[in-house]
């Protein structure tokens, strides 16, 4: 236990509807620890935006615990509806399958089911992992504005994580057009030795890149001979969990499902 956390998650505790603002003297008193101590924690939480100062003296829940119940919600809403249909995909490829949503400029993991070939026992579940190097992330990359992909290059920039890895930018966003005009991504051992993945794009409601879903394992095949059919499976089960979101697509998509379907 670090006592520090702990201590910052008891004065968010300390709000309530009830009493939606509190003075410094206030949360030191009801948390038994010295003004000095409670205006050093408020000042990290107030940094982080959990905190926020109001009326000059006083303290309100900031609003990123909103956007920690907003990134709950949506994984909750997404996952459940997409579970069954997830199963099914690894049953029909045999391969690992995973379900990512966007976090901030990175795919956080929230659903897996793996494959019993796989060598190592693991769960991706709760990590996160670069755009630029994953069948996932390169999916919900190339759905992203121009400027967001930008804005994402410049900050992470393309770290390298094997041989693979592609880390010049305007071979990046050609990819990304390839990916756009296909409807699927593929990671040939980009992020990791010996895994390859095929990935399609999940959409919300009002046509926004949600997250999204991909077969993984160590068969190169699955981005050679296998790639028609698994990216057709994949390309199908993003699709169908997108509709689940509400998402109906424009007429060309229609069109695109359809010659997907006559590949297998």
Known sequence: MINSVVKAIKILNLFSAAEPRLSLAEISSRMGIPKSTAHNLLHT???????????????????APLSLTQRIRVNVELRDPAAPLLRTLADVTHESVYLTVLDGDLALYIYAVESPRRLEARTAVGERAHLHCTSVGKAMLAHLPDSEIDAIIARRGLPVFTGNTINDPARLRQELA????????VDREEHEPNTCCVGAAIFTAQGCVLGACSVSGADPEIVGARLPFLSNQVAQTAHQISRLMGYVPARSSQIGETRLKAVV
């Open 45 to 63: 939480l107030l940094s982080q935006g959990y905190i926020e100062r109001v009326d000059g003296e006083l303290y309100a829940l900031g609003t």
């Open 178 to 185: 390839t990916i756009r005009r296909q409807g699927f991504s």
